[in-house]
C-alpha cells in the first residue's frame, strides 16, 4: 500500500480527478514535449460529460500555454474506454504530430497511462485493515502509531502542513459572501451558518451548526476553485477539515492530537484507494463523500482514544450508510449537491463514531467487506450516476 500522501494533497479545486488529474498529464506531456507548438486533447466519459462545469478545459490549457490547445468533448458512449475518465493528448510540432499519450484520471488527483497502476512506492506492508489491526494488536500499539513506523521521517512533518492548509481553507471560506459562478445562483453560506445563532440553541445545534459551516466554507472554496486539500478528494474536502477543527476548537484537542487522527483517517482512504476507487465517475458519490465520512470517523475515533475494533466500526458505519450514493452534479458543478452533502456526511461522522462506541462488540460487517462492496456496488451503477450529469438531480433540475 502506498503512501498517505497520496491521500491528502494540497490543490485548486473544484475536482481532484476533472481539473488535478488533467492539469498533472498536461505537466507531463509539457515536460516530455516542450517544443511542440500546438495541442489537442480529447475528453472522454465524465471528464466530457462534466468537463465545462468542473474547469477541465481551463486546466488543460493554463498548463500549455501559451501554445493553442484544442480541447474536444467526445461523449461518445459506443467507445470502449478503460476508465470513466480518459484523455488523449496530442503534441504537434511545424503541424506533425509528435506525441500521443493516454492518462486516466483515477481520483483524488492521481493519473495512470494507458492502465498502469501510478507509480508510487510501496510503504506499508498490509493491503487489507484485518492485517493492520493484527499486527498492531500482536505489536501492542495504536493504528498512528502503525502509520509513524511505516511512512518517512518527514510525514508528519508534511501532515501539519496539510492541517494548516485545512484550517486556512475553513478561514478563507468563513471569510468570504457572494455567489458562485456557473449559473446555479449558489449563494456562499458558510458565514450565515457560522453566525447565526437558533434563538434557543442546545449543545447539539450549535455543534451540528459550527460542523457545517466549517464543511461549508470548504466546499464553497473547492467550488470557486480556491486552494484545498483532497480529502480523498476536492469534492470531499469538507468533510475530514470540518470535525477536526470543531474537536480542536471546542474539545480542547492539541495539534499533535490532530496529527494522529489525520493520520488514521489517511490510512483508511488510502485502504480505499488501494482496495477500490474514490473516483465519482468510477463508482459515484460513495466513493468520494462515503470515504470521506470513513476517514472521518476513524480521525474522530483515533482523538477520543478508541481501540482499533472502534475505530474500524466507526469507518465501516460510516462507509456501509452512503453505499448507492450517486454522483450526479448539476450543471456538472461542485456545487448542488456537493457542498451540503459534505456537511451531511460531517455529522454523520460523527454519530457513526457515538454508534460504534456503544455496539462495536455487536458489529457484523467488516471495514474490509464494506469496501469491497462499495466497489462492487459502484462498478454496477448506472453510468449515468456517476459524475456524467446526465441522471437523478442533474436530469430533473434541467426539466423545470
Known amino acids: 500500500m502506498k503512501s498517505i500522501r497520496q491521500v491528502y494533497k494540497i490543490g485548486r479545486g473544484p475536482s481532484s480527478s476533472h481539473t488535478m488529474g488533467p492539469e498533472k498529464a498536461a505537466s507531463l506531456v509539457l515536460l516530455e514535449c516542450p517544443d511542440a507548438d500546438s495541442y489537442k486533447v480529447v475528453l472522454y466519459g465524465s471528464l466530457a460529460k462534466t468537463g465545462r462545469g468542473h474547469k477541465t478545459d481551463a486546466a488543460i490549457a493554463d498548463v500549455l500555454a501559451p501554445m493553442p490547445v484544442e ?6 458512449e459506443s467507445i470502449e474506454l478503460p476508465h470513466e475518465n480518459t484523455m488523449d493528448f496530442t503534441a ?7 506525441l500521443k499519450r493516454r492518462y486516466l484520471s483515477i481520483g483524488g488527483g492521481d493519473i495512470s497511462v494507458s492502465g498502469d497502476a501510478p507509480k508510487a512506492e510501496e510503504v506499508y506492508p498490509f493491503n487489507s485493515f484485518a492485517e493492520i489491526a493484527a499486527y498492531c494488536k500482536e505489536h501492542s500499539i495504536r493504528l498512528s502509531e502503525y502509520v509513524r513506523r511505516c511512512e518517512d521521517e518527514d510525514f508528519f512533518d508534511y501532515l501539519a502542513n496539510i492541517w494548516d492548509a485545512m484550517q486556512q481553507t475553513i478561514l478563507e471560506g468563513l471569510s468570504k459572501t457572494g455567489t458562485l459562478h456557473g449559473g446555479l445562483g449558489v449563494e456562499r453560506r458558510a458565514q450565515q ?3 447565526q445563532r437558533h434563538m434557543d440553541e442546545s449543545q447539539t445545534t450549535y455543534e451540528n451548526r459550527v460542523v457545517c459551516a466549517y464543511a461549508f466554507a470548504c466546499g464553497e472554496q473547492n467550488a470557486d476553485g480556491g486552494r484545498i486539500v483532497t480529502a480523498p478528494t476536492c469534492g470531499s474536502c469538507g468533510v475530514v477539515p470540518a470535525v477536526l477543527k470543531y474537536y480542536k476548537d471546542e474539545k480542547g484537542f492539541k495539534d499533535k492530537d490532530i496529527l494522529n487522527a489525520l493520520a488514521v483517517g489517511g490510512l483508511i482512504g488510502e485502504l480505499v484507494k488501494t482496495n ?11 466513493a468520494e463523500i462515503g470515504t470521506a465520512c470513513a476517514m472521518a470517523a476513524a480521525a474522530i475515533a483515533e482523538l477520543c482514544g478508541m481501540g482499533v475494533d472502534q475505530i474500524e466500526y466507526a469507518a465501516e458505519i460510516a462507509l456501509e450508510h452512503h453505499l448507492g450514493l450517486t454522483c450526479d452534479p448539476i450543471y ?21 463514531v457515538t454508534l460504534a462506541n456503544f455496539l462495536t462488540f455487536t458489529r457484523k460487517i467488516s471495514l474490509d467487506l464494506a469496501i469491497e462492496t462499495m466497489y462492487e456496488t459502484g462498478k454496477d451503477m448506472n453510468l449515468r450516476y456517476r459524475e456524467t450529469s446526465d441522471g437523478g438531480l442533474a436530469k430533473l433540475y434541467k426539466k423545470q
Open 71 to 76: 480541447i474536444v468533448f467526445c461523449t461518445d
Open 92 to 98: 504537434y510540432k511545424n503541424g506533425r504530430e509528435v
Open 193 to 195: 451558518l457560522m453566525n
Open 276 to 286: 477500490a476507487s474514490v473516483s465519482g465517475a468510477e463508482c459515484g458519490c460513495q
Open 332 to 352: 456538472g458543478l461542485v456545487q448542488i449537491p456537493c457542498i451540503e452533502r459534505n456537511a451531511v456526511a460531517a455529522m454523520r461522522a460523527i454519530n457513526a
